[in-house]
């Protein structure tokens, strides 16, 4: 079996994990999931230990199958009533089209439009870099992120805020803010270089600690669907 299979079983409307609907701020969104129920289901489905089924649960949201409804930016799975939703198959990693920067200067000017300027300090920072590095075609990313604007206008607000969810959860995966340690930040363009003491103190133990369980929990676990 392959993580895409698990993960199409996980929302099976009968034998896959419980959902609900949630209110995020005023919109009620469907389809919602808490984390101690998704890890639950897959100690259960691949008759695993709680440890190693929440380590999965945790390799699921840092490769961006499945993202955090409240602290987005927190890319690990809390066994608790934390809420999470599964990403949509057009986001998954498997489907490996490039982030390019285009994408996602037009993703931040149709932020930047629909906040009325108030980006988050880190989506600010990368704005104003863009906006000098592709200031060339700056109008054409412009008129672009207006026309998506204007197009998620029309969609009924639970859609709107979902995808908005899904595009932000893609966005934070692919061009992670300072110092997030992501599972897609990989290769020679990597932002953090893991060899390079970037945290000081008790996070870089933690985080090391978190990734070494991930590591030897996912082969374990891949070990099981095989």
Known sequence: LSLEVIVVEMQD????????EQKLNVTTIPHVFAGKDIIAWIA??????PEEAHVF??????????????????LV???DTSLYRFQAPYFWPTQKWVAD???????LAKRNIRKKGMLEPYEQAHYNHL?????????????QATEQYKAGKERKKPDRVVFDCQERAYWILNR??????SAMDCGPERLIDP????????FTHRHTHTHTHIRSGKAEVLAQLK
Request: aromatic letters at 12%; a positive charge; proline letters at 7%.
């Open 13 to 20: 409307p009968k034998s896959g994990v419980t959902g609900s």
């Open 44 to 49: 259960n489905k691949m008759k695993t230990p």
């Open 57 to 74: 649960g945790t390799m699921l949201v840092a490769f961006g199958y499945i993202y955090p409804l409240q602290n987005h930016k927190m």
């Open 77 to 79: 799975m809390c066994n």
């Open 101 to 107: 920067d285009s994408d996602y200067a037009i993703y």
């Open 131 to 143: 906006h000098k590095w592709l200031n060339h075609k700056w109008d054409f990313i412009v008129m």
């Open 176 to 181: 992670p803010p300072r110092r997030t340690h």
């Open 195 to 202: 060899n390079e003491d970037e945290v000081k103190g008790q």
